[in-house]
């Protein structure tokens, strides 16, 4: 990371936050930083329209604070979408904290990041997501409030994993429904890419229904450890896209879909947990519709952990959870028929109901 100081002049040039695509009219972005803990995090805060902006810190050691910051501004846009097109009455934020989760996160850096959340008053909530765990949840409950996925024995909803992985689960059948006719995976050839929390258990309920899983991960470890629970089959080449394949399923860090790897891909079905997997949205979701490759859109069907966490908000049980994280299934094919019959993207199909709730609530709220 540079600690070079950029002139005022030039930093107008660069125009790092304003002049991102990614920015799309965010509107707060917090930056955090704590000399004493090492702290530095951003807060994204894209839409509060229908409701306080919920959506998961992640702690991630990027290669320069550009980076960070392009990865907030999209992965809080995306949380306001999916919120949107969940039906749930939550806007969209997220948080990044620069830094190794393994080397560099404390107890009192993860309360330091608790005091800069509750600074907000509840406009951004926060809650796990890559390089947290539960527990770091419940430390930063020790100083707000606003937090959810906080332990179960501390009445909150737990790990959202698992309910991530279950609504990946309904979105790829969902697709494999339209693509295929049937949304029966066994014998379908799925390849995992990224195997942490949501992909194992993806990992899990698709050898379950008999689909032939090929797993890949940049954790040998990890690798070993799920190739052993579950006979899933690791991937040893080095160009997991050029791989024969039904399904692809990116579960690791987003981009994956990008100018070097679109047209490799021989999947008939994208459909995985990572969010923002296509690098351009448009472009690339334009040459996967025309390649007639199905994208089950990412925000879409990775909303089950939202859902999970919401619980904790709207306080209702596990039954509820489940309900709509299964319904996940129908809202996905509704996607993919609206998509076909208007000749349009799936990203865009579902970008425009989103979009639509956003705007229809924002003139209700204007009365």
Sequence with gaps: MTSEIISSKELSKIDPVFGQNSFDNHEQIVFCNDKDTGLKAIIGIHNTILGPALGGTRMWNYNNEWEALNDVLRL???MTFKSAITGLNLGGGKAVIIGDAKTQKTPELMKRFGEFVHSLSGKYITAEDVGMTTADMDTVREVTPYVTG?????GGAGNPSPITAYGVFMGMKAAAKFQYGSDVLEDRNVFVQGIGHVGEALVEHLVNEGAKVTISDINQERLEEVRSKYGAHIYSGDDIYSEPMDIYAPCALGATINDDTIYKLKAKIVAGAANNQLAEENRHGKILQ???IVYAPDFLINAGGIINVYAELEDYDRQEIMRKTENIFNTTLEILDNAKANDITTHTAALN????????RKRENSK
């Design 150 to 154: 906080i332990s179960e024995s501390r």
């Design 353 to 360: 109901i989103a979009r639509k709730r956003i705007e229809t």
């Design 76 to 78: 809080s846009r995306g």
């Design 290 to 292: 025309d390649r007639g």
